[in-house]
């Protein structure tokens, strides 16, 4: 799954798993299960954690690795939020040969920029309990106030549009080149980020097969 902050990608990447029966990973479900596995790459990823800092390709290619091992990939998988460099993608390439597993697919969610500020700048969050709102799609059933917890929501700073903007400038930079280099291998599949909720099973099985 490729897709910038606020395309939807999370959404999809559930859907699909729920279409083929087939488990999402992404990058954080993997390290945290390392932690708590006290695997040998865990206990290492879990000292950068700790401090803040991010933990390096070696150990993220590394638990990658374990988690292709384990036996509910053996009937698909959906990858989110890895690989996201060249470094990583090499990595990848190398395990999944190693385990004679083949992409079949690199979903691309296509969206503007505008639509994608529009998105993220409805979002209000509870400091408290953490739930994620939104004015339009799915707004508090009192204004300003957390359904759960009754604490006032917030605009986070990272949802501000200038921010925003930052964000999907260094997700370009850095996805570009994953995009070309799958777009090279006849991989790329790409999905209109605006189809509606209630169509987009359908969208997905249609693209998918």
């Known amino acids: 799954m490729l897709g910038p902050p606020g395309s939807g990608k999370g959404t999809r990447a559930h859907i699909i798993s729920e279409l083929y029966g087939i488990p999402v990973i992404t990058t954080g479900d993997m390290l945290r299960g390392a932690v708590r596995e006290e695997t040998d790459y865990g206990k290492t990823a879990k000292n950068y954690m700790d401090r803040g800092d991010l933990v390096p390709n070696d150990i993220v290619n590394g638990i990658v690795r374990q988690r292709f091992e384990k036996d509910d990939v053996k009937d698909g998988f959906i990858l ?33 920029d505008e639509v994608i500020v529009e998105r993220l700048s409805q979002r209000r969050s509870c400091p408290q309990c953490s739930k994620i709102y939104h ?74 097969g």
């Open 80 to 112: 989110d939020g890895y690989p996201r460099s060249a470094n990583q993608a090499d990595a990848l390439d190398e395990i999944l040969k190693d385990l004679n597993i083949k992409l079949t697919h690199v979903l691309s969610v296509v969206l503007s």
């Open 135 to 208: 004015l339009v799609a799915k707004p508090p059933k009192k204004n300003g106030l957390c359904d759960d917890c009754g604490s006032r929501l917030i605009l986070r700073d990272d949802d501000k549009a200038d921010v925003i903007l930052h964000r999907l400038d260094v997700y370009r930079q850095n996805t570009q080149a994953l995009l070309d280099r799958y777009e090279k291998q006849g991989l790329i599949v790409e999905t209109d980020g605006e189809v509606p909720m209630d169509g987009l099973k359908t969208h997905l099985k249609e693209l998918l």
